[in-house]
């Protein structure tokens, strides 16, 4: 329990009525009886805005610099809040943090998975991070963080904040461009994660970026072409070798990137000792969030990969649709935030997918670099496709999804693409 009474570590003025929450939030929608609520400065509005909501919606108390009701008074919330984390970070036992262009909400579920360990669900900004350390403070359990970044010196922010024991780099490959300006630049910022004291991981992909003279306490992980790891519809396959002899992993409906993720779970398990028969069950019952490649087989498959996409995941959603049998559809949207070079590197990606798939459908500015059959709106291409699938295809959907932009802009500019998936599985599972 989150309790304001019983000691914070920053001078604050606790109102009488503030009680002990289960969780914190920045976001006020999520605040309840047991839920308390921070109010944090943003970049159109601060969150002092919706202080009143939180405190309708019974939170328990309400860190602010605002004279209320349940107050945890103090002048600087946010400032308030990191500390705050630190504090309970440095009550956890062993703190995994993973980055990467790529493939970090999969590592992340994975390696908490083998670990048995508490994960953050979703989001990766700063105040996500910081709710989800001081929810976790005192825990018995490992932790692992997925830490995103998207602008130059924001890494060295998260190291400050989440300290973790163990970095990861999933991959390197342009990502948020604009922010970071090249893929140079965004090796070196997310090698950042590799000054954690216990060493670090890296994939095959990224390893050209950390050369083992300048980064000595490193490990790469991934397989080698064409050796230990077998792909097909139902899943991927592989024997993973350690000091009592192999053993075999099975994961359901993965591919390639579920499978590296795995191969580097039981690394980390194993450099801390856990039963690797044990971490290898709970890594074949992983279930991947929505919109990052999760498989919905039926007569005709459906890859769900539409939350997010940079050119290096996509290539690499097109190599496991290349994997499974039968025809293969891809239907690409937007990549955004790739600054200058945007329409190259659609234009790379679509070569990529007309090798790998059968079928190529694009959407939004860059459908025509995208896919052969090219369309403005998402609503024209979900009408196109109808008349399209048929069973026995595999149809992967991947974009990215513009959060924050409204539904208008969305539908045009053809991101949004989780509506392509739910219009792929109406069809298909509301016929006989």
Not at 39 to 61: D, S, Y
Not at 121 to 129: H, K, L, Q, Y
Not at 174 to 193: D, N, Q, Y
Not at 241 to 250: I, K
């Amino acid at each position: 329990m989150l309790d304001p009474s019983a000691g914070l570590p920053f001078p604050a003025t606790v109102h009488p009525e503030a009680r002990a929450a289960r969780r914190i939030t920045w976001d006020s929608r999520e605040a309840s009886p047991e839920v308390a609520f921070v109010a944090l400065p943003g970049e159109k509005m601060h969150g002092n805005r919706f202080v009143q909501q939180a405190l309708a919606a019974g939170a328990p108390f309400v860190l602010t610099d605002l004279d209320v009701p349940r107050a945890v008074r103090l002048p600087d919330a946010q400032a308030a809040l990191f500390v705050w984390a630190r504090h309970e970070r440095a009550r956890s036992p062993l703190v995994v943090g993973i980055t990467g262009s790529a493939g970090k909400t999969t590592a992340k579920s994975y390696v908490a998975a083998a670990l048995d360990a508490l994960y953050m669900p979703v989001f990766n900004t700063m105040p996500a991070i910081a709710c989800f350390l001081i929810e976790s403070g005192g825990s018995d359990r490992p932790l692992v963080v997925e830490m995103g970044i998207d602008r130059i010196g924001e890494m060295q922010e998260l190291m400050a904040l989440v300290q973790p024991d163990i970095g990861v780099v999933t991959s390197i490959g342009p990502a948020h461009l604009e922010g970071l300006g090249s893929v140079e630049r965004i090796a070196l910022e997310k090698g950042g994660i590799l000054a954690a004291p216990r060493g670090g991981f890296v994939s095959r992909q990224a390893a050209a970026y950390y050369p083992a003279t300048r980064y000595p306490n490193v490990q790469v992980y991934g397989f080698q072409e064409g050796a230990g790891l077998q792909l097909s519809a139902e899943g991927a396959a592989f024997r993973y070798p350690s000091a009592h002899g192999d053993l075999p992993v099975f994961l359901p409906l993965a591919s390639r990137v579920q499978a590296e993720a795995s191969l580097l779970a039981l690394k980390i398990a194993e450099w801390f000792g856990l039963p690797l028969t044990e971490a290898a069950e709970r890594l074949s019952g992983v279930t991947v969030p929505g919109g990052r490649y999760r498989v919905l087989p039926g007569r005709f498959t459906v890859i769900d990969d539409a939350y997010n996409a940079s050119p290096i995941a996509v290539k690499v959603a097109l190599d496991a649709l290349h994997a499974l049998p039968g025809r293969r559809v891809s239907v690409l949207g937007r990549m955004l935030e790739l600054g200058p070079t945007e329409r190259e590197l659609h234009a790379e990606v679509g070569a990529y997918a007309r090798v790998k798939a059968d079928l190529t459908f694009g959407v939004g500015e860059f459908a025509p670099e995208l896919g052969e059959h090219a369309y403005r709106t998402v609503p024209e291409l979900v009408e196109a496709l109808r008349g399209v699938v048929q069973d026995g295809d595999t149809v992967l959907v991947k974009g990215s999804r513009g959060i924050s932009w409204t539904p208008e802009k969305r539908a045009a500019e053809g991101v949004g693409l989780d509506v392509v998936v739910k219009a792929l599985l109406e069809q298909r599972d509301g016929e006989v």
